[in-house]
């Protein structure tokens, strides 16, 4: 029968494992002196954007991340350090993790992951902001739309001066018979 010691660390690794498989991105921060009240509150945060905060021993996290594929974050993994996985869109995760970090200085961003792409802390600031993917694709369908309406207006300005033409001619018509 294995320590529990040993037991426990193999059921981390294997939930760092699964949410990594879950998770198309990833963020490690650094929380040392940051108070249990304020672990709690980015973790309520993190949750609303269907992101989650997994805080595990280093040596734990080492192995996981080397095991998936992802030994180029293992440099930033020292210290009490924390793993975000984000299973959607990465912006708001990003936002809420550096807004987080600017009003509870004790909170560092260390690297992230998006897809195959790492991300240093100057990189996560400039994706916290970026429009979410909802305001994109607002801003797309508006570029879009902007050019057809465009040419209803001027279709309709042409309509209308043929109107006033037409019934231009109508009363020159009239006055002329009369």
Request: with cysteine; charged share 25%.
């Amino acid at each position: 029968m294995k320590k529990l010691g040993i037991l426990f660390k193999e059921i981390s690794e294997n939930q760092i494992k699964n949410r990594l498989k879950q998770s198309e991105n990833l963020f490690i921060i650094k929380y040392a002196k940051l108070s249990s009240p304020d672990l709690t509150l980015l973790r309520k945060y993190l949750k609303s954007i269907n992101a989650s905060l997994f805080v595990i021993k280093n040596t734990v996290a080492r192995r996981a991340l080397k095991n998936s594929g992802l030994e180029s974050a293992l440099k930033a993994i020292e210290g009490p350090c924390g793993l975000v996985f984000v299973k959607e869109e990465p912006v708001s995760a990003s936002r809420v993790l550096f807004n987080f970090s600017r009003e509870h200085t004790n909170l560092k961003l260390e690297a992230g992951f998006l897809k195959d792409r790492i991300l240093n802390p100057k990189d996560i600031e400039v994706l916290s902001k970026l429009p979410s993917q909802e305001v994109l694709r607002q801003q797309v369908v508006w570029t879009l739309k902007s050019p057809i309406s465009g040419l209803v207006l001027v279709l309709k300005g042409n309509l209308r001066k043929l109107v006033y033409c037409l019934d231009q001619i109508k009363i020159k018509k009239g006055e002329s018979h009369g």
